[in-house]
C-alpha cells in the first residue's frame, strides 16, 4: 500500500511563501507521475503541478511563474514551492502519484493565505 505523506502547510499573508512537501513510501521514480492538486470550499478538486519520472513539469496557469515543483529522488520526496501566493490559493493542497494501474492521493494540508 503506497502512503503519501504531506507537510508543510499553514497559514500566511498575501504575498508570502510556503513550501509543501510529500514523503512517498516507495521509490518515487516506480510512478509516472506525481503531482499536487487542491480543493477549496465549495470547488471541485484541481491540478496545481506535476512532474513526470523524466523530471518534465506542469503547472496551472493560475500559478505557473509563482509556484516551483521539485523532487529529491534520495528521500522519495516531491516538494511545491509556493511564491507570492494569494488570497485565491487558499485551500486544501494534495499530494498525487501515479502509476500503471492506481492513483494515491494523501491526506491533505490546508493552505490559508490571508489578505
Known amino acids: 500500500q503506497v502512503q503519501l505523506v504531506e507537510s508543510g502547510g499553514g497559514l500566511v499573508q498575501a504575498g508570502g511563501s510556503l513550501r509543501l512537501s510529500c514523503a512517498a513510501s516507495r521509490n518515487i521514480l516506480s510512478f509516472n507521475t506525481m503531482g499536487w492538486f487542491r480543493q477549496a470550499p465549495g470547488k471541485q478538486r484541481e491540478l496545481v503541478a506535476t512532474i513526470n519520472r523524466s523530471g518534465n513539469t506542469n503547472y496551472a496557469a493560475s500559478v505557473k511563474g509563482r509556484f516551483t515543483i521539485s523532487r529529491d529522488i534520495a528521500v522519495n520526496t516531491v516538494h511545491l514551492q509556493m511564491n507570492s501566493l494569494k488570497p485565491e490559493d487558499t485551500a486544501v493542497y494534495f499530494c498525487?502519484?501515479?502509476?500503471?494501474?492506481?492513483?494515491?492521493w494523501g491526506q491533505g494540508t490546508q493552505v490559508t493565505v490571508s489578505s
Open positions: 498525487n502519484a501515479e502509476d500503471w494501474l492506481n492513483h494515491y
